[in-house]
């Protein structure tokens, strides 16, 4: 399917700064990225949130007459609210009327929705949210699945991680050959629990991908693995980890800048490669995680996400949707079976 064609399903009423900066975001993203939105809420906040003079016939807005709130669980939520707007993107994703959903309201009710309106991916058991992090390697970044979706996982649930993000890392991030690690507390093959024993294992006999053994902690941003898989409930703890370093480094960097003239005169210097170490560290600048496994592209943005991070979310589900991931995966999962 051609840019042109892209049709981003977006969940207006998710997120800390819905429905304002949601629509901001996605305005941006039609204009930039040549996509279509179906802005999915309620139309009246909707289009109290639109600039004056907004050709309304070139935004379609999907009315969902409620919201998923952030302390509701999840499962009950879903089934309780059909009409819920995280609900009805998922069913514009499955009756073809959108090519993918983009949402940063509630992670878990979104990964709910996808399961229950879209279902699995054919020989997947479990979906994965899939995270890019910046390392040190300026361009290359490294994937990190799972970050939240299962606390739990068995096995053979840490090898299909393995090939779906290893092949969302080929055909999407543009790497031939994926290198990928399963994190673990030692190099050796024999270090970690039970669980880890036995997918190093695993992943060492699987010839669909490029794995090169256990990565530790300190080598996740390191730059020498492409992919790297772990359970959700790990994934989870580095994910939040790593955005509050880059949040803390960022904040240093501010208050040690000089003062003074002197001091505005080197940082006016500075700005071009300040502006990158932001770009390269913030969260914001990747948008979201992509929900792997499902039947359906599903961009998982922060639940604080502002416009710029919306913005880069829908690039995400753009690239995803024109890289045709899904089959890719699909085609990928099934050669080794």
Do not use: W
């Not at 560290?281 to 710029?308: F, K, R, W, Y």
Request: proline share 4%; hydrophobic share 45%.
């Amino acid at each position: 399917m051609g840019s042109t064609g892209v049709r981003i399903a977006i969940d207006a009423m998710g997120g800390d700064h819905a429905p304002g900066e949601i629509v901001a975001g996605a305005l941006r993203a039609r204009e930039e990225l040549g996509v279509s939105v179906l802005l999915v809420g309620d139309p009246q906040e909707i289009e109290r949130r639109l600039p004056p003079k907004t050709n309304l016939e070139q935004v379609e807005i999907v009315t969902a007459s409620s919201a998923i709130a952030m302390d509701e669980e999840p499962l009950s939520a879903i089934r309780r609210k059909p009409k819920a707007s995280i609900n009805v993107a998922m069913d514009l994703v499955k009756q073809n009327r959108a090519d993918a959903v983009v949402s940063a309201g509630h992670s878990g009710a979104a990964m709910a929705a996808a399961l229950l309106r879209l279902g699995r991916l054919p020989g997947i058991d479990r979906p994965a949210i899939g995270a890019v992090f910046p390392t040190i390697k300026a361009g290359k970044p490294v994937l990190i699945l799972d970050v939240g979706a299962n606390v739990d996982c068995r096995p053979k649930f840490l090898e299909q991680f393995a090939v779906m993000g290893s092949a969302y890392s080929k055909y999407v991030l543009g790497i031939s050959e994926p290198k990928v690690g399963l994190l673990n507390i030692g190099e050796e093959d024999c270090k970690g629990n039970d669980v880890t024993v036995r997918v190093h294992q695993m992943l060492r006999e699987n010839t669909q991908i490029s794995f090169i053994g256990n990565a530790e902690g300190r080598d996740v941003l390191s730059g020498e693995f492409d992919v790297i898989v772990c359970d959700g409930f790990v994934g989870n703890v580095l994910l939040k980890f790593a955005e509050a370093v880059g949040s803390v480094i960022l904040q240093i960097l501010k208050e040690e800048l000089p003062q003074g003239l002197h001091g505005q005169i080197g940082t006016a210097l500075l700005k071009p490669n300040l502006k990158r170490i932001k770009q390269r560290m913030d969260h914001a600048e990747h948008g979201g995680a992509l929900l792997l496994g499902v039947a359906g592209i599903c961009i998982i943005s922060h639940g604080s996400s502002q416009a710029p991070s919306i913005f880069n979310a829908i690039r995400m589900a753009k690239e995803a949707v024109d890289n045709q991931v899904q089959e890719q995966i699909q085609r990928q999962y099934q050669s080794q079976l």
